[in-house]
């Protein structure tokens, strides 16, 4: 299969975003996840102009399929109410793209390289690996707190560490989303999240 894009790197970088029939966000689909759910006849249905088209074979009488795919579709089936709004996972990735790639002690900005998981509460003093319990911070600023609490190591937060929502998450994990994703998306946050986007 080929695909009509703007160059080579688009091919790869560029996602579908996949709901359930209800229209619950599920996930990030790749283009080749797109097209089985195309060609198993499992798209309930689609929003958005075409971002990507697939060219398929040539059959007897001389003409090659065509394939258009939507920036956002609805697969058939519902998911399970239980999987609505799932923790994201807690990864260094991630948490840096939560606090926007800045030490929440010193303010400055860093390199993903540049970054370290910090606890608030030490885990040597019961604090817990979970995201209301960790910023990011420069190798600097986490070497000065120490095995401390921001208050004994006179070092306030500059925001408050908090687990992003599974739309959050969607956001902050794809650096390539298209307008009409990131419009679907943004509409599905709640209102002071929505604030904090523009």
Known sequence: MLMEVPNRSDLHSTRVL???AAGRILDWISWQDAVCLYVRDAVAWTLGDPCLTVHGGINRAGSQSLMHLHPIIASTGHCRDHAIDPA????NTALFARDRHICLYCGNHYSRGELTRDHVMPVSKGGHDEWENV???????NLKKSNRTPQQAHMPLLAVPYRPSWVEHLILSNRNILADQMEFLVSHLPRQRRAALA
């Open 18 to 20: 996949s709901l359930d």
């Open 135 to 141: 910023v990011s911070a420069c190798l600097a600023c």
């Open 88 to 91: 994201p996972a807690l990864t």
